[in-house]
């Protein structure tokens, strides 16, 4: 197996945690990232991890030239590709932008790799793709029915990655949260966090006065929505499981990562006030619209395909994102 990948957003949330478990499984990453959605402070705080020098190109997929002349510097085996914008509710208000941003420099990173014989992509796909589910667990053969351009960015990169020479893994995020064990390195969204655990965690840091629950009136045990968390280092670990995939065989793959179960959003406040021991002040609010009442996944294929199974638990998910928060209050360093 070739050693050496090409990491599209790697200085962002879930591209930083996949780049340390790469580094300690004996790949050497090169990271393009164009700093939209991530600071440069990371890259130091990677190097602490990994003991490692990682390579950084600050350059835009859709500079055509700029691609051509990092693939020409950077000879790679493979790509994780996970640049990309993607807040649901900016996509709906700025779809061209996406549209350009997210398919657009798909398109000349593909072109890219065909051009210097590279034949190998992971992709950071979205369980977003299913819309409302039809019926739980969510299965990969389940309908796509995204409701956001967001989610139909995602849909248009599938089908791009299905129609191209390439032997490609889709991998399908249901829920990412959580934080490296080390408290170095974890999710710091740029303004109001449009996702719940960074939410709770701002405030039971205090930078945020209260949670606000969108809706207890749903169909779940306690009336709040219930989604399927997993821990971002559980995630990393499946962008190995699909590398190692590829490596093995000709054939391209299309899959969900979730641990399979969902929790509602009070389960999470609990837990995150058990791993803070601090409070989480919430008050009941709206539905919004959009929202279901669960959402989580299937998660055998990953098993029988990627021998992957996600490990960790809510507790300790919680655990290692206050330890990212209480150590990192404002997030990294500009």
């Given at each position: 197996?070739?050693r050496?990948?090409l990491?599209?957003?790697?200085?962002?949330?879930?591209g930083?945690?996949?780049?340390?478990?790469?580094?300690?499984?004996?790949?050497?990453?090169?990271?393009v990232?164009?700093?939209?959605?991530?600071?440069l402070?990371?890259?130091?705080?990677?190097?602490?991890?990994?003991?490692?020098?990682i390579?950084?190109?600050?350059?835009?997929?859709?500079?055509?030239?700029?691609?051509?002349?990092?693939?020409?510097?950077?000879?790679?085996?493979?790509?994780?590709h996970?640049?990309?914008l993607?807040?649901?509710?900016?996509?709906?208000?700025?779809?061209?932008?996406?549209?350009?941003?997210?398919v657009?420099?798909?398109?000349?990173?593909?072109?890219?790799?065909?051009?210097?014989?590279?034949?190998?992509?992971?992709?950071?796909s979205s369980?977003t793709v299913?819309?409302?589910?039809?019926?739980?667990?969510?299965p990969?053969?389940?309908?796509?029915?995204?409701?956001?351009?967001y989610?139909?960015?995602?849909?248009?990169?599938?089908?791009?990655?299905?129609?191209?020479?390439?032997?490609?893994?889709?991998?399908?995020?249901?829920?990412?949260?959580?934080?490296?064990?080390s408290?170095?390195?974890?999710?710091?969204?740029?303004?109001?966090?449009?996702?719940?655990?960074?939410?709770?965690?701002?405030?039971a840091v205090?930078?945020?006065?209260?949670?606000?629950?969108?809706?207890?009136?749903?169909?779940?045990?306690d009336?709040?929505?219930?989604?399927?968390?997993?821990?971002?280092?559980?995630?990393?670990?499946?962008?190995?499981?699909?590398?190692?995939?590829?490596?093995?065989?000709?054939?391209s793959?299309?899959?969900?990562?979730?641990?399979?179960r969902?929790?509602?959003?009070?389960?999470v406040?609990q837990?995150?006030?058990?791993?803070?021991?601090?409070?989480?002040?919430?008050?009941?609010?709206?539905?919004?619209?959009?929202?279901?009442?669960s959402?989580y996944?299937d998660?055998?294929?990953?098993a029988?395909?990627?021998?992957?199974?996600?490990?960790?638990?809510?507790?300790?998910?919680?655990?290692?994102a206050?330890r990212?928060?209480?150590?990192?209050?404002?997030?990294y360093?500009d």
């Open positions: 197996m070739g050496r990948v990491v599209t957003g790697g200085l962002g949330y879930i930083s945690h996949t780049c340390v478990a790469l580094c300690a499984a004996g790949w050497q990453p090169t990271i990232d164009n700093l939209s959605n991530a600071k402070s990371v890259l130091s705080r990677l190097s602490e991890l990994t003991g490692k020098a390579d950084l190109y600050q350059a835009d997929l859709r500079d055509a030239e700029e691609m051509k002349k990092i693939f020409e510097k950077q000879p790679c085996d493979a790509v994780i996970f640049a990309g993607k807040a649901v509710g900016e996509s709906v208000a700025k779809p061209q932008l996406y549209y350009d941003n997210n657009g420099g798909t398109r000349v990173l593909l072109d890219a790799m065909a051009r210097h014989g590279v034949r190998r992509i992971v992709f950071s369980a299913y819309g409302t589910p039809e019926r739980l667990p969510i990969e053969d389940h309908r796509l029915r995204p409701e956001s351009p989610g139909e960015n995602k849909a248009e990169i599938e089908r791009l990655l299905a129609a191209s020479a390439l032997q490609t893994a889709a991998l399908r995020y249901f829920n990412p949260i959580g934080a490296h064990a408290g170095r390195i974890g999710e710091d969204p740029r303004g109001i966090p449009n996702n719940l655990l960074p939410y709770v965690a701002q405030v205090g930078q945020r006065p209260n949670l606000v629950v969108h809706g207890n009136d749903y169909a779940t045990p009336g709040t929505g219930v989604r399927d968390y997993i821990h971002v280092m559980d995630l990393a670990q499946g962008h190995l499981a699909a590398l190692a995939f590829l490596a093995g065989g000709s054939e793959i299309t899959v969900n990562l979730g641990t399979g969902g929790y509602s959003v009070l389960e406040v837990a995150f006030e058990r791993a803070s021991g601090r409070p989480v002040p919430y008050e009941i609010g709206p539905r919004r619209p959009g929202d279901v009442a959402c996944a998660a055998s294929l990953a029988r395909k990627l021998g992957w199974r996600a490990h960790a638990g809510l507790d300790e998910m919680c655990a290692d206050w990212w928060q209480s150590g990192n209050p404002r997030g360093p």
